[in-house]
């Protein structure tokens, strides 16, 4: 049966169209402009596969079958693959880490064995190698790699993290982003410039934008004397030229929007400088991200964006032409080729297979006591009905306006969705971001019962039918909701947190600080908490939670959901935990991505009182 038959949307069609392209370059050759990207494969065990698009509009994997393009530095994962000129690929693999070229043929390594992580990739011109940010275990450097696959040499070691290597254009200057612990990239950075010396080392550097309360995301090279650099000291990451001569630097865009972003993979770009020096930019609020052309010298700003509502934070130009990857209400991220002068788009990526337009619900994006939120109306309801909340992960990020099939799934079954970007969110300047400043597990939940009460005023929603869900951050946000508040009557938590002092403890390196700015620092603030964990108050759970949890999971051990049902338990509270092997930090299988769905489907039907024949039933533990 074709999708558009269909009544509702299937957890199979959401597992099709889930992801999107992540990075993208363009190439520009003789015979036209290639553009390259990397994109989920659900149905290939969820590997990151790398797909070239020729000039003539043909598409071939450039990254053979088996060969999975991610890397794990700061978990995450950085830039992880680069075209190499002539149409090869330099590129990180999952399985064991190592940096690869290829060149037609078996990849070759070009990396040694061993513990080192390899990320943000990035080909220096006018060297025969590739630049990498190197992490092993917690300490981070920038290396050069040789293409011919000898030795790997330091570049430059500076400070605990570091990100953005870029190489002027004379190959005499180095410039990187760095910060240090308790800061995420977001709070503070450093743009730093240091003299390359003869034998491929920087020397020592200097600071020229940023700081402890300044965050520089990205920088480009404008020429030998000066950047461009993506900053906040306004309180809106804007274009700022930045002269290494120590003259004051100019904001190019004095607005208040935003033109970057936060820095959770290193290798993310807001801005590319084409051939002609203007600057392709990706800009806008959470609301609708634009993608756009910026005059540096005049300071005009020409929008590209076309029906787009969210361009992704990755952008490239060559030929005249920019790739960028940019989504719809109603269609999925998709790798797009824009004219610079034309503004002319055409589709690079293959088009998906997408529902009836009348199975997809219409967003509206409101303001409710001064929470920014998107709401997706239920089908088919009439009067109030059931809606589930949407808490997004980081908490450092946002959730645009773009087609969610995730979404659409319940919204095609009578169930309301509203997206909340609460206070922490990006794409709202810093004020809006730092209302969570150590007041994680307080604003956020508040903002998603404010949002909730809000839908039942207005007569859209039904008091006794509000859920909230969320996943990593947002899965905390979940059941912080569910013990710190009476608003809802269950929650569904993806690889949540549930104990804030302990996972500070079990975490990776990059997030090891992370709280002392969400909730403050230790052991000084302790009694904080104590007050907010969702596990040392689970006895005041509101309803039945939900619980999904990946085994392999290095940012949220799996330890933090099972400790928590066993308070519900202990508690006489409704549970239910479900495990996946395999599955790490997000859901990438084509199956688990079918067997949470289910799961969530059928759990709002028992606490909505709905019947869910389509799904698997579910137990919850402790249900009488």
Not at 40 to 48: A, F, L, T
Not at 429 to 435: C, D, L, Q, V
Not at 593 to 612: K, R, S
Request: proline share 8%; hydrophobic share 40%; with cysteine.
């Amino acid at each position: 049966m074709a999708i558009g038959e269909l009544m509702s949307i299937r957890p199979i069609d959401v597992a099709h169209i889930d992801g999107g392209p992540q990075w993208v370059e363009a190439v520009a050759t003789p015979s036209g402009v290639e553009v390259w990207w990397d994109e989920p494969r659900p149905h290939e065990g969820g590997r990151r596969c790398v797909v070239r698009r020729l000039p003539d509009g043909s598409r071939v994997d450039a990254l053979p079958e088996g060969w999975n393009a991610r890397n794990r530095l700061v978990e995450y994962g950085g830039r992880s693959w680069r075209p190499l000129p002539g149409g090869g690929l330099v590129f990180t693999n999952w399985a064991d880490q190592r940096v690869y070229r290829l060149d037609g043929g078996a990849p070759v390594p070009l990396t040694p064995e061993g513990p080192s992580r390899y990320g943000d990739l990035y080909l220096p011109p006018g060297r025969d190698e590739v630049w990498a940010v190197r992490e092993i275990a917690d300490v981070r450097d920038l290396v050069a790699v040789p293409l011919d696959g000898g030795p790997v040499r330091v570049v430059a070691e500076a400070q605990h993290f570091l990100m953005n290597p870029r190489l002027s254009p004379d190959g005499r200057w180095v410039a990187w982003i760095g910060w240090d612990h308790p800061n995420m990239p977001w709070d503070g950075t450093e743009l730093c410039v240091a003299p390359l010396s003869d034998d491929g080392t920087a020397g020592p550097y200097e600071v020229v934008a940023g700081g402890p309360r300044e965050s520089v995301c990205q920088a480009e090279w404008r020429d030998d004397t000066s950047l461009y650099a993506v900053t906040d000291p306004t309180g809106w990451w804007n274009v700022h030229l930045v002269p290494l001569d120590g003259s004051p630097g100019r904001n190019l865009t004095p607005m208040e929007l935003e033109f970057g972003m936060a820095a959770w993979k290193p290798g993310l770009t807001c801005l590319a400088v084409a051939e002609d020096g203007r600057l392709a930019v990706v800009y806008g609020t959470a609301d609708h991200r634009r993608l756009g052309v910026l005059d540096p010298e005049s300071g005009d700003l020409r929008e590209l964006g076309g029906a787009a509502t969210h361009w992704a934070s990755t952008v490239s130009v060559a030929g005249g032409k920019v790739a960028a990857v940019g989504a719809t209400p109603y269609t999925p991220l998709e790798v797009t080729l824009v004219g610079l002068d034309d503004g002319a788009h055409e589709v690079a990526s293959p088009r998906k297979a997408l529902p009836d337009r009348a199975l997809l619900p219409d967003p509206e994006t409101v303001t409710i006591e001064g929470v920014h939120a998107h709401l997706y109306p239920p089908s088919g309801v009439r009067g109030p009905g059931p809606y589930v909340i949407f808490a997004h992960g980081g908490p450092t990020g946002h959730m645009p306006v773009m087609l969610d099939l995730e979404i659409a799934y319940f919204t095609s079954r009578g169930i309301g969705v509203a997206v909340v970007n609460y206070g922490g969110s990006t794409g709202y300047g810093r004020a809006y971001r730092e209302r969570l400043r150590h007041q994680w597990g307080v604003v956020d939940v508040q903002d998603c019962a404010k949002v909730a009460r809000g839908l039942v005023e207005l007569g859209r929603a039904d008091a006794a039918k509000l859920a909230v869900r969320g996943g990593s951050a947002g899965g905390w946000t979940t059941v912080a909701a569910l013990v710190h508040s009476d608003v809802f009557a269950g929650g569904v938590a993806h690889y949540a947190i549930t104990d804030p002092e302990s996972w500070a403890a079990e975490t990776h390196d990059f997030e090891s600080r992370y709280l002392d700015g969400l909730i403050g620092p230790l052991p000084e603030t302790r009694q904080r908490y104590t007050d907010r964990s969702p596990l040392l108050n689970a006895f005041r759970a509101s309803g039945p939670c939900l619980m999904l949890h990946g085994l392999e999971d290095a940012i949220v051990d799996v330890s933090q959901a099972r400790r928590f049902t066993a308070e519900l338990d202990r508690h006489g509270k409704e549970w239910a935990l479900l495990t996946f092997p395999g599955e790490q930090h997000g859901w990438r299988r084509e199956e688990t991505v079918v067997a949470v769905l289910e799961a969530e489907l059928a759990f709002y039907g028992l606490i909505f009182g709905m019947d869910t024949p389509e799904v698997p039933p579910l137990t919850l533990k402790g249900r009488a």
